[in-house]
């Protein structure tokens, strides 16, 4: 598959979903719970919690505005030098393959929510070819983005190493979290195949 993006065609190789059903995820090591959606039992599975930011707009974004929806979040900052600028362009060939899908969204936290002002991160939005209503670039308190992407998202992987406020994060994780807010998938964001399985895996979910 062939997404233009600016002046550049990607290309992105097609995959199918592995499974015909996707997998819950309880805790930071990421083990698989296999349970249909029907089932009982998936209400006692681990949830994004309640929380309160501001995206490239100046709006308060909150998990109400994710309501229904199947997302995918990660975590960047806009002065990273490193692999924040390939997540982003991958970012953006899943924001390609759903732009015109009212059912899927992008969340992006910055994790220097201190420089990343709500004018810093429309400019980067608007240098990246983020499409507002689809992808929501964030910042707000950092200990709440930090609690998010550590206690909520599972996005680093030193467990059982404890840290605080004042340990940078940064991951290349993505991960994708249905309309209950329970997560289903964790990808690596710097891999072209992850992104594809990423693709296949939404439209999986999109089934439920």
Known sequence: MALLL???EVNIEKKDSRVHTLP???DPSFTPKWIT??????WGMHAI????LVNQLGDTISEKTFANKIYVADFFFTSCP???????SNMALVQEEFKNDREVLLLSHSVTPEYDSVPILKNYADAKGVLADKWHLVTGSRKEIYNL???AYFVEEDLGIPK??????HTENFVLVDRQRHIRGIYNGLNKTAISQLIADIKTLKKE
């Not at 959606?37 to 998936?42: E, F, L, Q």
């Not at 919690?49 to 309160?52: D, E, G, L, W, Y």
């Not at 605080?164 to 994060?169: K, P």
Request: contains cysteine.
């Open 6 to 8: 600016g002046c550049k």
């Open 24 to 26: 819950f995820y309880n």
């Open 37 to 42: 959606p029907a089932n009982d039992s998936i």
């Open 49 to 52: 919690p309640k929380f309160s």
């Open 82 to 88: 490193g692999i924040c600028p390939k997540m982003t």
């Open 149 to 151: 992407g550590r206690f």
């Open 164 to 169: 605080g406020e004042n340990d940078f994060l």
